[in-house]
């Protein structure tokens, strides 16, 4: 980890503008040169650290327990109930209100959370593990097309069934293929579906495939074996396009989480929602979240009988892909997404260019075809948001009031996060307040 | 087939210029309504009418066999030696001199040939057949990624491995999976893949990928069972990323054949390379070549270490995909081809659109993301290429001299082609010439 480390910006030298431009280009590097490789999936009890039976993670800035509303209050009760933890909810809620059963934030045990976000010991999790340099990174596996997931806010008998076949048939035969396969690096993964229209947050449609490919020999090597249930998992596998986010949510949560830390980088290393906030994470502020207002709708389409008053947020950790370059980073990549989420084409690469404003570097392995293979944009700078009024854009799929998803769009990330996390970051380095560089 | 027949042009009415717009409206109508299937893999002597063991097909307008040089030539007496026709390329080449062999076309069979396009009766074809009408399309296996292959004329032991390779150890497996597949369905593979950065003839990267998910339950049950080869099969087909052009091949085959011999039709129903001429036909004008000089190359990108003069034209029934509306016809679906073909998004949308300029319909189905799911420009107009001085762009791979592939470009088809047939359908309909009908 030594050599791989980037410069800390208050070695002697002050934490000049400057200086901070180079700490933040060192970190870039590093984020542009992570090495996540699919390695098990496992029950998340054996492999986050520190997550106890009766912990129950969700996404977003961490809350009391009375400030978790709507679908994600549900969806909280549901891992608890999920768990054996209560007999109903109501018991559920009074032992949530006590403490006997704790909720805590994904992020804080190397977690990303989908929508509500739901991680708790006995469900199995993606672990992503950095090939250079050891970290590891989590998250929970798709729960399938239905409407009725618990990360959209609903827990009920077909919910609690899938999650059982998840952990007792899909996650059992999945981990051993892909140990079977030796693990699958996922940023090759990556990069060929931004070939082949996937943005990686929203749209995974070749992510999903590419992964599918990567395990099918010991898929077949499996069913000689006689492993029945290779057919079925392979099913669960082709049906949604959607299997791909969790690897790609991980795999941006450990990349990211290889610059936390970083003394005097502006760069931001998480952005995620809970059903009342909005809140950033900096990499020179450590695990502090700075917190605003939900996101504004830029633009997006809502399934068919569903109006803009049916929107809920329950939470969503999955901007960590477009804290990593990708999702609404990488729209330019993913034309297709119009049918999904809305928009124009002239739009998405207008909204793409945008983020090279607030971002100090492009990917040297993540391109965009349309964009003459220009990397995506990484390495949000937090100067750069405030000095531009530019927020980051993000893909994000709608849940609605009652549970269930109910459409996708972009969204743009509050300013008041930004502002918040730049005065404490001039409060920390009085020297850093100075207009931030213009250019890369 | 009757219900489904355009109606013809000189039903009394006479070939009026908006007689044949209606005629080519129907006419396109029957090209976006095809259902191509792939049904099966078989040898082309069981299921290719008329193919018996002394013929030889290859691409292209068909030549007298002195005519034939370089590549193309070396690879019909490849086919010939493959056949054990001949006991060396002397003797293959008197017999073809003498017509003891007989060299044809791979059109006037129902087949179409990538580059040289040799297509024997031992070789396995793919068999699609239009669901809606039973016609039929065939076309050759790919022959993997070595650039030894006989269609880039090369004739050698470890061409001949190969073919033998396909035809005893991959044609068989694929037939028993497609069938237990119950065929699949390529027009959904190709919708898809235009969405995933394909199109569908120089890039075939998630069409390949799509059509081997439809695939991959039964080579699962076929390994069950004790089939040993699945293994490597699936390596063969995963390799490349080019299995998938010979399936969008024959199935733009088995759909312009839909509309071939459309009485008082100006649309065209094949172009197709020899190694010495371009070539056309034409629905309302039968089996008839109209023939004109090789493509010009608009812009390419040769392999390192070749030069312009490097390129050797060996044949090529490809472009069968580009007349169905494919290929360069939706290269604004496929921006990742810069990467292997050169040019830039901004040129690539250019060319297309000015594709819609020489066609009659936008295709109900295949859309293309980029340009809001516009439909992909169908129907070339033999009319409106000549009035236009727009003539056909296509994605050809290109073919160097002494053999193998030494890059990939964008070419432009040559004008006498057009105006050879259109002074043919004027002289076989005068009342024909008048202008061209302005818009769709």
Redesign the interface.
Known sequence: LTTQSPPAADDGAGATPARIDEVNRAAAELVCSAQPVLVDIRPARDVVPGLDDTTILTSGAPLPWDEYTGGQRTAVIGGALFEGLASDADEADARLRSGEIRVAGCHDFGCVGSLAGITTASMPVLVVEDAGRGTRGYCTLFEGRSPSRLNYGVYNHEVRTTLLYLERVVAPLLSDAVRRTGGVPLRLIIR?AL???DELHSRN??GS??F??EL??A??AL??EGRYE??EV??YM?SGDYFFLRASMAAAKVTMDGIAGTEGSTLVTAMALSCREFAIRVAGLGDEWFRGPLPHMEGGSLFDGFGPDDIEFMGGESPITETAGLGGFAQAAA??L??YQGG??ERMVELNLEMYDITVAEHTEFKI?????RGVPVGIDIRRVVESGITPIMDIGIAGRGGGQIGAGAFRAPMECFTAALDAFERRTPEAAAPAASSV
């Open positions: 060929r070939h082949m229209g449609t070749a495939l590419l599918s490919r099918f020999p898929f077949v069913a000689r290779v057919d392979i099913e082709s034309f297709p119009q049918a124009t084409a075809p349309y964009l003459g293979y």
